[in-house]
């Protein structure tokens, strides 16, 4: 069943509207459904519903809500993605897989081994890169959109950092902990992660210790050194195994 997303100040007691233009178009359209069709609509925050359509119109299609309930695909843990700005169309990759695997935010991120070195340019890709968080949620049907930040230099992300229970970095010279270990080893099991991934070529010895002194621990990821468009999907795949799936 086809999954669509509204706004939750228009839901209605037991009557949704759709009223975005590619919504309708797909629904009308490409997907050729009918009064009587049944679609998955979700509000954004907290709820998702089971509605049958009752009318399509040239501006809207309405639908008469069936069932509701909380989110059943949608990670307790808040986990955000600071990546490195890679070169080339890797960033769409990047965030089509972690949009898949539960991650909750993009923040792209600017550091010192950057190809792209013009945040001007980075930035008009976010509304882009919005779609592409999108269109993977519609085909994962998860209940959020994960939002595409704005991007910051490192300097401006390690700001953010206190307001996490736990920031993860993989850093290829650590040598001491892995992401294994780190996970295994909490006391208490964190509500939000932060893990930063630097772009090709990695993080520097400065911007490392700048994480580090931010309250960031570096791991290793294992034996082999993962490319960026590899190394944020692959960490959020074991952070979710060691502490959402039970």
Known sequence: MSRFFVENAIIKEDLIEIIDPEDIKHISKVLRLRIGDQIDVSDTVAFEYETEIVSIEAGVIR??????Q??????????SL????????????????????????????????????DKKNVDKKTERWQRVSAEAVKQCRRGIIPKIGNTK????????FSTYDLVLFPYEAEQNQTIKTVLKSLETKPKTIAFVIGPEGGFSKEEAKTIISRGGQSVSLGKTILRTETAGPAS???????????
């Open 63 to 68: 639908v008469r809500i069936l069932a509701k």
């Open 70 to 79: 909380s989110f059943t695909r949608e990670p307790k843990l808040w986990v």
């Open 82 to 117: 600071y990546q490195g700005v890679p070169k080339q169309g890797k960033m769409e990759e990047i965030i089509q897989k972690s949009v898949e695997l539960g991650v909750h935010e993009i923040i792209p991120l600017m550091t010192e081994r950057t190809v792209v070195d």
């Open 153 to 160: 230099k490192l300097s401006e992300a390690v700001e953010d």
């Open 236 to 246: 959020l795949a074991m952070i979710f195994y060691e502490l959402e799936l039970e």
